[in-house]
């Protein structure tokens, strides 16, 4: 399944799924990135951040996106798009 068939989540549900996104593979524009190490939160409590992702394959490293960066996140695939 592609992204262009599961559904993005939107308004509550995208809100929901950005805390609980831990574990998904996270896409940019040419492709995977890396997966969600945690999910990081700044002043708003209840809104989170920032992503941590463990990204490369043979020399791991971690990286830190802020949330506005995220493009959509697809629940079904478990991946999470980036914005260009």
Same mark, same amino acid.
């Given at each position: ?18 805390? $609980?996104?831990?574990?998904? $593979? ?31 394959? +043979? $020399?791991? @490293? ?16 478990? @991946?999470? $798009? +980036?914005?260009?």
């Amino acid at each position: 399944m592609s992204d262009n068939e599961a559904p993005a989540a939107s308004g509550a549900q995208e809100e929901y799924w950005l805390r $609980r996104c831990h574990g998904f $593979r996270v896409d940019g524009p040419n492709g995977r990135i890396g997966t969600v190490a945690d999910i990081l939160y700044g002043a708003e409590h209840d809104r989170p951040s920032a992503l941590l992702l463990r990204t490369g394959l +043979l $020399r791991q @490293r971690l990286e830190i996106v802020p949330a506005e960066e995220i493009a959509a996140i697809y629940p079904r695939l478990e @991946r999470v $798009r +980036l914005q260009g």
